[in-house]
């Protein structure tokens, strides 16, 4: 028997404020009765504030991350057209096999597990393509796998330099509503993520924001689509209906977890806080001495942060200890590094309590699995950090000094 909260540190679903859990207990209700209407063209509004778009049209089908992929592809591109994606992680990966399946001709820039979407090879091959013939240009903001944050707005310089013209499509699953993410300032054409990360919701919905160019792109482009039609699910939207039944309760969820972001944390502070947040974890790996997935500081990852375990341990034993010992659940390497690499999710409902529990049962588990731990190391490092940044707001990359400096109220 299992007593007390299982403990949730994997990067989706994540944890889910009681507020919002709350706001979900709804009776069932007509989809089709006058006054519903008004609840969607709410939250299609205020996901605009979230996207950072103010021109872009949003859209929420009954689906999850993968199927907002899929819909952002069918309804804007053609058969057999060239698009660029990088693969450098198995969420990045699935969407290449998926552009494949769905009958694309994938030009695919393999890159290490553990780099960025490579800025630069995509610019030499954009500014090399002078008939335009790459219809669209796919970048994994944050690789989930690998705890890797991508710089889209090089990707859009890369275009634009080029004067290329392609699609920009960004899959924002796991940085929307927790890492600087900005759809018009980075002409980004498709935003596509799901309701179980950032938006800190089950899973049930696909959510993508479509910009002018992609819009005015779908109504020529031929691939097959039906259920994921967009001009379908807009002109319901006009009004705040759905051209099929939408999950209600999760609306309703939706409504209160945008006003907890947007109006009550507010976004600014919210990304501030998985920065915040992240680092501590960072840290707490650092005095461990082990390695990150992610080769350099400048592709951190807010939400995941994916470790790579030492020699002769096997990462699945750990997430299987902490799972079963102290109910724990943290997320496993996924793909080439299964059995090398356990990650700790840190986005949507944390706190630094949260963060430091989990490297607190890291350490445990970690040295049950085998490895050389010095108990309280990580947790430690992680504790200066939040309770220093906590008090004179640094956000200095710099190792922090062990005395605490408590500032006066
Ligand atoms: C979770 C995730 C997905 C898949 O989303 P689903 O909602 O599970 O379909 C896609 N891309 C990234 C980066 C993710 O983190």
């Not at 089709?32 to 609840?39: Q, V």
């Not at 205020?46 to 899929?70: C, H, Y």
């Not at 998985?274 to 974890?281: I, P």
Request: glycine share 10%; proline share 4%.
């Amino acid at each position: 028997m299992r007593t007390g909260q299982t403990q949730l540190f994997v990067p989706g679903p994540t944890n889910m404020p009681e507020a919002v859990r709350q706001a979900m207990n709804v009776p069932m209700q007509d989809m089709r009765a006058p006054d519903f209407g008004g609840l969607t063209i709410g939250i299609l509004d205020d996901l605009k504030k979230i996207f950072r778009t103010e021109t872009g049209r949003v859209m929420m089908f009954p689906g999850s991350g993968s199927g907002a992929w899929e819909a952002a592809i069918t309804n804007t591109l053609n058969p057999g057209d060239k698009v660029l994606m990088a693969r450098h992680g198995q969420f990045s990966a699935l969407w290449v096999e998926m552009a494949e399946r769905l009958g694309l001709d994938v030009e695919v820039i393999d890159v290490t597990w553990g780099a960025g979407c490579p800025a630069q090879k995509f610019s030499r091959r954009l500014g090399a393509d002078t008939k335009d013939e790459i219809k669209a240009v796919f970048v994994t903001h944050n690789e989930t796998a690998t705890g890797v944050t991508s710089d889209v707005a090089a990707i859009r310089r890369a275009l634009d330099e080029s004067f290329h013209d392609a699609l920009l499509f960004v899959d924002a699953v796991s940085s929307l509503a927790s890492i600087e993410f900005r759809m018009d300032d980075w002409g980004v054409d498709l935003a596509v993520t799901g309701s179980q990360k950032g938006l800190m919701l089950p899973a049930g919905l696909g959510i993508l924001a479509v910009s002018d160019k992609a819009m005015t792109a779908s109504e020529t482009a031929t691939m097959r689509r039906a259920y994921f039609e967009f001009s379908d699910m807009l002109r319901m939207n006009e009004t705040g209906y759905f051209p099929y039944t939408p999950p209600t309760q999760l609306l309703h969820g939706m409504r209160k977890s945008l006003d907890r972001i947007l109006f009550e944390e507010g976004l600014d502070n919210v990304i501030a806080r998985h920065h915040r947040l992240a680092e501590g974890v960072r840290r707490g790996v650092a005095a461990w001495g082990l390695d990150l997935v992610a080769e350099s500081h400048r592709v951190h990852s807010d939400t995941v942060t994916a470790i790579r375990v030492p020699e002769g341990v096997d990462a699945r034993d750990v997430i299987r200890i902490a799972y079963e010992e102290f109910n724990t659940s943290f997320g496993s390497g996924l793909g080439e590094l299964n059995g090398k690499v356990f990650r700790i999710g840190h986005l949507g409902d944390m706190n630094e309590a949260m963060c430091l529990t989990a490297l607190s049962v890291a350490e445990m588990a970690l040295a049950k699995a085998g490895a050389q731990m010095r108990f309280g190391s990580g947790v430690g490092a992680a504790q200066n950090w939040y309770a220093r940044v906590e008090v004179s707001e640094t956000s200095s990359e710099a190792p922090q000094p062990a005395r605490l400096t408590i500032a006066a109220e």
